[in-house]
């Protein structure tokens, strides 16, 4: 079977990005007076964690932020595989699932974590929803992945007809 590739366009969500600038505008602030006070107590090591949490603090939102605006997610549907790269951040992320261990698949409704420890901040629009996987991994665990960036209504039918199709090859 052929593969088919699907291309997931950003869906910008204007509360947690103005969140997000705001935020970073902040620590963009905090960070030269960190730097300075560094500079004057070098020996003094809670200044350099401090600095140093900071710096990685304003990395990670910088990565939130280029995924608000350009992040896109490239689903492709091998003959025994499904690919689902997350391109326009800092970092991007490949993840790969075989069709033959997934166990589940879950439509839910988006839900905007601004933090992975954070609770999460629901923003509910109609038209959009999330595909949860449900699947074994290369150890045997049970593991979840969440694909799409709150994926139209259209779209999901699309994708879940693909895994469908995919996995009744097998």
Same mark, same amino acid.
Do not use: H
């Given at each position: 079977?052929?593969?088919?590739? #699907?291309?997931? @366009?950003?869906?910008?969500?204007?509360? %947690?990005?103005? *969140?997000?600038?705001?935020?970073?505008?902040?620590?963009?602030?905090? %960070?030269?007076?960190?730097?300075? $006070?560094?500079?004057?107590?070098?020996?003094?090591?809670?200044?350099? *964690?401090?600095?140093?949490?900071?710096?990685? $603090?304003?990395?990670?939102?910088?990565?939130?932020?280029?995924?608000?605006?350009?992040?896109?997610?490239?689903?492709?549907?091998?003959?025994?595989?499904?690919?689902? &790269?997350?391109?326009?951040?800092?970092?991007?992320?490949?993840?790969?699932?075989?069709?033959?261990?997934?166990?589940?698949? *879950?439509?839910?409704?988006?839900?905007?974590?601004?933090?992975?420890?954070?609770?999460?901040?629901?923003? &509910?629009?109609?038209?959009?929803?999330?595909? +949860?996987? @449900?699947?074994?991994?290369?150890?045997?665990?049970?593991?979840?992945?969440? #694909?799409?960036?709150?994926?139209?209504?259209?779209?999901? #039918?699309?994708?879940?007809?693909? +895994?469908?199709?995919?996995?009744?090859?097998?």
């Amino acid at each position: 079977m052929e593969s088919k590739t #699907i291309v997931l @366009s950003p869906k910008i969500n204007w509360r %947690i990005t103005l *969140f997000l600038l705001i935020f970073e505008l902040i620590l963009t602030g905090f %960070i030269p007076m960190f730097f300075c $006070v560094l500079i004057e107590y070098p020996e003094d090591l809670a200044i350099v *964690f401090a600095v140093l949490l900071m710096v990685i $603090v304003w990395i990670t939102v910088l990565d939130m932020l280029l995924w608000q605006f350009r992040g896109k997610e490239i689903l492709v549907f091998n003959s025994d595989i499904l690919i689902a &790269k997350q391109q326009g951040r800092l970092f991007n992320r490949n993840r790969q699932i075989e069709y033959e261990k997934i166990n589940n698949l *879950f439509i839910e409704d988006p839900q905007t974590y601004i933090l992975c420890f954070a609770v999460p901040i629901v923003f &509910k629009r109609k038209d959009t929803k999330d595909i +949860i996987v @449900s699947y074994k991994d290369k150890k045997d665990r049970n593991r979840e992945a969440r #694909i799409g960036q709150r994926v139209l209504l259209k779209d999901v #039918i699309n994708i879940e007809q693909q +895994i469908s199709n995919y996995q009744s090859v097998k």
